[in-house]
């Protein structure tokens, strides 16, 4: 089911909400992941600390060096698993051990838990009284998408690893059953959670800063772009190849474990620039004819990013981007995940006109504002209980 949209708060009214929901939950426990490499997720868990600047946050693994003192200045509460040699940089390998860490913390006495969950944030133990509101990303992606482990393990690996797998299926539907609210980040993420979970899912799309694209000048040229990391399956090397099939320009900004693959397919007219500083992006931005978007995204912050600065977006049409992404007045959806079925729609888009200022209101929808204020009152909704 879907939360119905609230009206952005103002500044008055959002010190007023965070004033309310300090006085009704005077102890909140966060329960993020891991805090180890800056990512979408990560935006949605700085503005959930926005809303509840008294919170103290726990995480599986924990490095303190990439983070804003919105999360360093506060209490940080990492798992056993952080002590381990290499567990910052081999934290994926160690999904298998995090349901024993998240259920190890001690959350007695706090009066309302919020997980921040795309593996097992969301196995704590809330104590009794509390109510617990998830925010789901999505469910545990190494249990339930055999496409994501083969990308990220081979489908060698990836057959090894079935029995693991079918034991995180088990733990982790049972830890479903924890959360008192699930709240998904997009449609596709909702039926997820109906599918794996049998629980139902307000929707509440995560908070996109808008406001850092809205004042990118247009000047499109006759490049295309990819945007954000280069990994497995965010399929950059699809893109890649439809445009070295078609001679088209292509722009690659970010970097990743999967960019020898896409340099591998790149034509002459391809150039991969790494990752920019604002001021560079913003003209990279200004002059590019659309964004490539070939991956399956459980919503996908950079095309609602590229949308506020007027650029239309060719996408995959699975996942997120059914949300953010209207097909022929945003951008265009295609059917098919291969170079040949990009290829159709690049040659669609190609006959087709958008208009800026369309494109550039429809993500404003998106913004910041909008999701303090709804995620905000959702909380403020939950019962104050007298937690154990």
């Known amino acids: 089911m879907s939360e119905s949209a609230a009206r952005p708060a103002d500044g008055g009214e959002f010190a007023a909400l965070r004033?309310?929901?300090?006085?009704?939950?005077?102890?909140?426990?966060v329960s993020h992941e891991w805090l180890t490499i800056p990512g979408g997720s990560e935006k949605v868990l700085e503005?959930?600390?926005?809303?509840?600047p008294h919170a103290e946050l726990f995480t599986s693994i924990y490095d303190p060096d990439p983070w804003p003192s919105l999360i360093t200045e506060r209490a940080v509460h990492p798992s056993w698993l952080n002590r381990l040699p290499g567990a910052r940089r081999r934290y994926p390998m160690l999904v298998p051990l995090m349901n024993l860490a998240?259920?190890?913390?001690?959350?007695?006495?706090f009066d309302l838990v919020v997980s921040s969950n795309h593996a097992c944030a969301k196995n704590v133990r809330a104590p009794a009284g509390a109510p617990h509101v998830c925010y789901c990303h999505t469910p545990l992606r190494y249990a339930w998408d055999p496409s994501f482990l083969e990308g990220e393990l081979g489908p060698v690996a990836g057959t090894i690893a079935a029995p693991v797998v079918r034991w995180l299926r088990r733990q982790d539907r049972r830890a479903a059953a924890g959360p008192d609210v699930f709240v998904a980040n997009s449609s596709f993420v909702a039926r997820r959670i109906e599918k794996y979970y049998r629980r139902d899912a307000l929707v509440i799309h995560p908070p996109v800063d808008v406001e850092r694209f809205a004042g990118i000048r247009r000047e499109p040229r006759d490049y295309y772009l990819v945007l954000g990391r280069l990994v497995p399956y965010k399929r950059a090397d699809h893109a890649v190849a439809a445009c070295a099939r078609m001679?088209?320009?292509?722009?690659?900004?970010?970097?990743?474990?999967?960019?020898?693959?896409?340099?591998?397919v790149a034509g002459p007219q391809t150039e991969f620039l790494g990752s920019l500083p604002d001021e560079r992006l913003a003209e990279v931005l200004a002059g590019a004819r659309a964004l490539l978007f070939p991956g399956e995204e459980d919503f996908g912050i950079v095309p609602v990013e590229v949308q506020a600065a007027g650029v239309p977006v060719i996408a995959y049409g699975s996942g997120g981007v059914l949300d953010?992404?209207?097909?022929?007045?945003?951008?265009?959806?295609?059917?098919?995940?291969?170079?040949?079925?990009?290829?159709?729609a690049i040659e669609r888009f190609e006959t087709m006109s958008f208009d800026d200022g369309a494109l550039r209101r429809h993500a404003r929808a998106f913004s910041r504002q909008r999701f303090l204020a709804s995620f905000g009152q959702l909380l403020a909704r939950q019962p104050a209980g007298s937690p154990a």
């Not at 998240?102 to 006495?109: A, E, Q, V």
């Not at 992404?325 to 159709?344: F, M, N, S």
């Open 19 to 29: 004033r309310e929901l300090a006085e009704r939950f005077p102890r909140v426990a």
């Open 47 to 52: 503005a959930i600390l926005e809303l509840l």
């Open 102 to 109: 998240y259920r190890s913390f001690d959350l007695s006495g």
């Open 247 to 264: 001679g088209r320009p292509l722009k690659v900004v970010g970097a990743g474990r999967a960019q020898a693959t896409a340099q591998a």
């Open 324 to 344: 953010s992404v209207i097909d022929g007045r945003t951008g265009v959806l295609y059917d098919q995940p291969t170079p040949a079925g990009l290829v159709e």
